[in-house]
């Protein structure tokens, strides 16, 4: 398992909670006691905006929307383990903090700069290899 891109690869139930029957999710945070920032992922130990710890802190779960920053197609795997044709997007999951995620469209022309988006689980309909990415909120999954 690679660590050099970990919200691509990581463990879905680390990071997300499901919310209903057909893969919604929502995303675990924390909130820094000291300066309200939010932090994600949740297993930082610090707050990534002044540094304070975040050990005693409770995560809570928010399930957006968030908002498409930034999308590019890959051809090439850059992950061990990914296939490709992916895209994948920068999510503003809270106010000034952006996470690169996978982005579940068939192509480019179904996404926007700003569009809304959440996360669901995707993944083998066995249960491996389960992660999160996220869709347009309009898109309805097929
Ligand atoms: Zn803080």
Do not use: Y
Request: proline share 9%.
């Amino acid at each position: 398992m690679t660590h050099s891109h970990p919200n691509l690869t990581a463990d879905a139930s680390s990071l997300s909670v499901p919310t209903d029957e057909n893969g919604g999710l929502a995303l675990w945070f924390k909130r820094c006691p000291a300066c309200q920032a939010l932090a994600f992922p949740p297993t930082l130990p610090g707050c990534a905006a002044c540094g304070h710890s975040l050990d005693a802190v409770e995560p809570h779960a928010e399930g957006g929307p968030f908002f498409l920053r930034e999308f590019v197609t890959l051809h090439v795997p850059l992950v061990d383990g990914i296939k490709t044709p992916l895209i994948v997007g920068e999510v503003e999951v809270a106010p000034g903090l952006i996470r690169q995620a996978v982005i579940e469209v068939a192509a480019e022309a179904e996404l926007a700069l700003g569009q809304s988006m959440r996360p669901v689980l995707s993944g083998e309909a066995d249960g491996s290899s389960r992660r999160c990415v996220f869709v347009p909120v309009a898109q309805e999954r097929s």
